[in-house]
Nanobody, 125 residues
Framework: QLQACGGGLVQPGGSLRLSCAAS????????IGWFRQVLGKEREGVSC????????YYADSVKGRFTISRDNAKNTVALQMNSLKPEDTATYYC????????????????????WGQGTLVTVSS
């Protein structure tokens, strides 16, 4: 089971750190993705990290502002979000896929089998 947390209300320019924790399995062996969704829109890949080589993906809209990282000791994957913008407002989900994903599939929601519940991020003054 995946558990995402860390969302909240933040002013533009602020920061939040989301965390994805797993129970019952070890995230070391899984590709992990962070996705976000706004009501009425498709779920989009925000940032993903692969197995083994740690290859990462960032959506163009978050490059330079968001950083994904693993903490194997804690069995978590974090998404550090800096310089937040109102357009980052969404429900954020973490997802896991067993094994290494082909790079082109890393940001595709259908590549992932296990999903956590969402955590709401609201960027507003």
């Amino acid at each position: 089971q995946l558990q995402a947390c860390g969302g909240g209300l933040v002013q533009p320019g602020g920061s939040l750190r989301l965390s994805c924790a797993a129970s019952g399995f070890t995230l070391d062996y899984y590709a992990i993705g962070w996705f976000r969704q706004v009501l009425g829109k498709e779920r989009e890949g925000v940032s993903c990290i692969n197995v083994s080589d740690g290859n990462t993906y960032y959506a163009d809209s978050v490059k330079g502002r968001f950083t994904i990282s693993r903490d194997n000791a804690k069995n978590t994957v974090a998404l550090q979000m800096n310089s937040l913008k109102p357009e980052d407002t969404a429900t954020y989900y973490c997802a896991a896929a067993l094994g290494r994903l082909i790079t082109s599939r890393l940001s595709t929601p259908k590549s992932y089998d296990d999903w956590g519940q969402g955590t709401l991020v609201t960027v507003s003054s």
